[in-house]
């Protein structure tokens, strides 16, 4: 069963905008944490940010905070990244990810927590 699909990966020059969508499952979206990480080679893969969808609170890693903003479209099982102001260091592979929750505070940006893992999509940023 596919869990997470990832889409919206492309190559966008700095300072540019690009979103990411993520469609999960409907057993993988409802009550739910779905975090955002991202890796490049040779580097571990770390957090990005992450949205519970039992209340909607939102956490954004210190590289992103203010140009990163996570969104929900409810009726399509989506969570959408929207990505401003890019950088080069912003260039990976993008994953998604999940893993159930019960109540509805932060969610956590350890990859061990999370379940499931969708494929990935890239990002390029630059000139």
């Known amino acids: 069963q596919v869990r997470l699909v990832e889409s919206g990966g492309a190559s966008v020059q700095p300072g540019g905008a690009l979103t990411l969508a993520c469609v999960a499952a409907?057993?993988?979206?409802?009550?739910?944490?779905l975090g955002w990480f991202r890796q490049t080679p040779g580097q571990e893969r770390e957090g990005v940010a992450t949205?519970?969808?039992?209340?909607?609170?939102?956490f954004y890693t210190v590289p992103v905070k203010g140009r990163f903003t996570l969104s929900l479209d409810n009726a399509k099982n989506t969570v959408y990244l929207q990505m401003t102001s890019l950088t080069p260091q912003d260039t990976a592979m993008y994953f998604c990810?999940?893993?159930?929750?019960?109540?509805?505070?932060?969610?956590?940006?350890?990859?061990?927590?999370?379940?499931?893992w969708g494929q990935g999509t890239q990002v390029n940023v630059s000139s």
């Open positions: 990810a999940a893993y159930p929750v019960y109540l509805s505070g932060h969610c956590s940006v350890q990859l061990s927590d999370y379940r499931y």
């Open positions: 409907e057993n993988t979206y409802t009550r739910h944490c």
């Open positions: 949205i519970n969808t039992l209340g909607a609170r939102t």
